[in-house]
């Protein structure tokens, strides 16, 4: 049973079927991360899938920004506890990019550029419900929101949405990534507040 | 020493004391039995709950990095919040909230770490760099340290008294609208060669820790890293908005 706070009467309440429990709306875009942001050009920038039998799936800049591009208008949600509603992205859908990959291993291990890694299963990256992001709001990304490229899983904590993505590599098991080594939930699902470990 | 465990449990706390720190800002002790100590540097999720049922939940960073059920956390004012005007003007000692942490096992700098230690806070971003600060005293540490602390003016500075008596660590004070009279550097943001002045070590590149407002921290460390800081020594951690 929940301890009573007196007098605490909380906002109007924010009724809203589209949040999670425990999160709340917010209308900025706040910027979180673990250390300095990486500042990439897009001239040097690449995009790398890698299998278990060490076959590596190159895409440069150009090769990515050949591929169907699709628009994408999603909920995010942050451990932090903010929401944004109707977020507006651009991207490549991992289907795309899959397609030419051929695994046998179940999991995936994000790294960017900057040395941040997450870990998720392949099946949360495919069938529409991941990308590779490179715009926001009818814009090229900011470099503080991930940009060149971010990985983008609205469906899990954003923490899982690697910011300056460099590359995917599979995994046989479900090995925990940065914030999942550092006291954080392996899955993060917000319908669930998979929150911590 | 990872205290990390046992986060799902929330924990019953009452606010053992109450001190206004600055016209917009808050330090609350919340003594929370079996609490049992956190890392300097860690948070604390603080869940408040209505009578009606309705719960908020906001996490904060602990000022405090003791062994024991107290901890102290320092709540500046969010314009418009739903929270922190309630923790700041409302609670009183008494008042009981619930505790779920320690929580992050990143931003943290532990008694047994050796290397010297850069701090670069920025407004209410000093609270877990002043748990820092104190769990380097209370440990005896000789590892160097070294506090940058950016404000507004003097009277927005958390624990001014505290850092001006701390012992082990040198303070710059950065002030942005406002210096004390006759204070040599004008008022100002931070820059790249106030942070080129420390002489923070004798060689050895340090440890940093920078914590604030997003844009200052983005400002902060895009600065040391342009002056030749490695990236992969500098860790942060940002609050509110774009």
């Not at chain 1, 932090?80 to 509603?85: A, D, E, S």
């Not at chain 2, 924990?11 to 919340?30: E, W, Y």
């Amino acid at each position: 049973m929940a301890v009573f706070t007196r007098g605490f009467g909380g906002r109007a309440r924010e009724q809203d079927d589209r949040l999670p429990p425990g999160q709340f709306l917010t209308e900025d875009f706040p910027v979180l991360s673990a250390g300095p942001t990486p500042r990439i050009d897009t001239d040097e920038w690449e995009f790398q899938i890698r299998t278990e039998t060490g076959e590596t799936h190159r895409w440069d800049w150009a090769a990515m920004q050949a591929l169907q591009q699709d628009d994408i208008t999603r909920d995010i949600h942050c451990v932090t506890r903010w929401t944004k509603l109707g977020t507006s992205w651009q991207g490549v859908s991992l289907d795309t990019l899959f397609a030419e990959v051929e695994s046998g291993y179940d999991f995936v291990m994000a790294h960017a550029y900057g040395g941040y890694t997450t870990n998720v299963p392949l099946d949360d990256l495919l069938d529409g419900k991941a990308w590779i992001a490179t715009g926001f709001d009818g814009e090229p990304l900011a470099a503080e929101h991930g940009g060149p490229a971010r990985l983008l899983i609205p469906h899990l904590y954003f923490w899982k949405s690697a910011k300056w993505i460099r590359g995917l590599v599979m995994q046989q098991d479900d090995e925990p990534g940065f914030w999942e080594q550092n006291g954080y939930h392996a899955y993060g699902d917000p319908w669930l507040e998979q929150r911590y470990s | 020493m990872r205290r990390t465990g046992h986060v799902d449990v929330w924990k019953a706390a009452t606010v053992v004391a109450a001190t206004q720190l600055t016209p917009s800002g808050r330090s609350l002790i919340l003594d929370a039995p079996g609490w049992g100590g956190n890392l300097a540097g860690q948070h604390a999720d603080v869940r408040l709950t209505a009578p009606d049922g309705y719960q908020a939940v906001r996490s904060y960073s602990i000022a405090s990095a003791d062994a024991g059920d107290r901890i102290e956390i320092a709540v500046d004012r969010v314009p418009d919040g739903e929270v922190s005007p309630f923790l700041v003007d409302a609670i009183e000692v008494g008042d009981q909230v619930e505790v779920r942490g320690p929580l992050g096992g990143w931003f943290v700098w532990r008694p047994e770490d050796t290397e010297p230690v850069l701090l670069i806070g920025g407004g209410s971003g000093i609270v877990p760099l002043m748990a820092m600060v104190r769990a380097h005293e209370a440990a005896g540490s000789t590892s160097p340290f070294r506090l940058v602390y950016s404000v507004r003016s003097p009277q927005d500075a958390f624990f001014a008294d505290e850092l001006a008596a701390a012992t082990g660590v040198e303070v710059t004070w950065i002030y942005t609208r406002r210096a004390p009279d006759g204070w040599a550097r004008p008022a100002g943001r931070l820059v790249a060669t106030d942070l080129q002045a420390l002489e923070v070590t004798g060689g050895e590149a340090p440890s940093v820790f920078v914590c604030g407002p997003t844009g200052f921290v983005e400002a902060v460390a895009d600065t040391l890293v342009a002056i030749g800081h490695d990236p992969a020594r500098i860790k942060t951690e940002r609050f509110g908005g774009s």
